[in-house]
């Protein structure tokens, strides 16, 4: 069936550090990906998507490319910030598996 | 605009009591889930709906029931609850899944003891 795998944390930066949260999926056919943050006590908030292979998504700072190659969708910012400490969630959707999520990262940012 | 609202937010339950777990939506999606979520782990779908009256079972069903007489309502029943249910519980909803993504409520933290 479909998955998502992504990088374990926790992944510890110094601010204005380059950031990478690897993530791939095996899926049938062509889902579309995502990527969630969630802050502490909060619920999931849609980061960025791409619908279709090479597309590239992007949203404060961060971005990801949809990689069918590869079958990836790396998460990627070139100078994170405290505020961006959070979990990050890579998913997918396709028709036969709705979304599923990746188990998460958790980033911690050191001013 | 409220999106997605979730109560309560808190809850301690004994095991073998039952509950529900409401879920409201305000923009008129028609696709609406809920997942729950174990500590350090990715979220696993109880139950979704395609729009009034229709509902299907998502990965982890048992021991949980729901209903959707309307599009704006989810609820989410507990029967006959068991500490394995302690979990934090995320309703969503979307308006096109594979375009649009989910919106997520702020979750509903339930212990069973």
């Known amino acids: 069936g479909d998955s998502v795998t992504q990088m374990e944390g926790p992944v510890t930066l110094s601010e204005e550090a380059f950031l990478t949260i690897n993530c791939t999926y095996t899926a049938t056919g062509y889902p579309s990906l995502f990527w969630y943050v969630q802050y502490p006590g909060e619920g999931l908030q849609l980061l960025l998507k791409a619908t279709k292979a090479d597309d590239k998504g992007s949203n404060k700072g961060f971005e990801a490319t949809y990689r069918k190659e590869t079958t990836s969708f790396h998460l990627e910012k070139g100078s994170v910030q405290v505020s961006d400490s959070a979990v990050y969630f890579c998913a997918l959707y396709s028709s036969a598996s709705k979304i599923i999520f990746g188990s998460g990262t958790r980033l911690s940012i050191r001013p | 605009n409220a999106g997605v609202t979730q109560t309560p937010k808190f809850h301690i339950l004994k095991i073998g009591q039952s509950m529900t777990l409401q879920c409201t939506q305000d923009?008129?999606?028609?696709?609406m889930y809920w997942y729950r979520q174990d500590p350090g782990m990715g979220l696993k779908l109880i139950y979704y709906?395609?729009?009034?009256?229709?509902?299907d079972k998502g990965e982890v069903p048992n021991g949980y029931n729901v209903s959707r007489s309307t599009t704006e309502d989810f609820p989410l029943r507990l029967e006959l609850a068991a500490p394995s249910q302690t979990s934090v519980y995320f309703c969503?909803?979307?308006?096109?899944?594979?375009?649009?993504?989910?919106?997520f409520g702020s979750g509903t933290r339930l212990t069973v003891v």
């Open positions: 969503a909803s979307s308006y096109s899944e594979r375009d649009y993504g989910y919106t």
């Open positions: 709906s395609v729009g009034a009256g229709i509902t």
């Open positions: 923009m008129n999606h028609n696709y």
